[in-house]
């Protein structure tokens, strides 16, 4: 599985983002897709994770009600939808794959490159 993210930038406090990840390789259908983060000075952290064709995607409590993410089947791309951003959601944003639940447990094995979100307040 190849990872593509993009979509990074700098945005205001308040504002909007979205970020991309373009999957290829394989892709199954058990397969989910995610978003971790990694702010200066602290651990990467579990963002967002989704199951291509459907099912309830699952968000770390930090970003619940700011943050959607949704996945087009048809292009293998997962959107991070990121709106109201804060300060705090500045770090640099990575897009991961493997089965749903360990992508969601944090152990996810494979990953694209990092893109950066800054926001400033």
């Known amino acids: 599985v190849q990872l593509q993210a993009s979509g990074g930038g700098l945005v205001q406090a308040g504002g909007s983002l979205r970020l991309s990840c373009a999957a290829s390789g394989r892709t199954l259908s058990s397969y989910g897709m995610g978003w971790f983060r990694q702010a200066p000075g602290k651990e990467r952290e579990f963002v967002a994770a989704?199951?291509?064709?459907?099912?309830?995607?699952s968000y770390a409590d930090s970003v619940k009600g700011r943050f959607t993410i949704s996945a087009d089947d048809a292009k293998s791309t997962v959107y991070l939808q990121m709106n109201s951003l804060k300060s705090e959601d500045t770090a640099v944003y990575y897009c991961?794959?493997?089965?749903?639940?360990?992508?969601?447990?944090?152990?996810?094995?494979?990953w694209g490159q990092g893109t950066l979100v800054t926001v400033s307040s």
């Open positions: 989704i199951r291509w064709r459907g099912f309830t995607p």
């Open positions: 991961a794959a493997d089965y749903f639940s360990t992508v969601v447990n944090g152990s996810p094995n494979y």
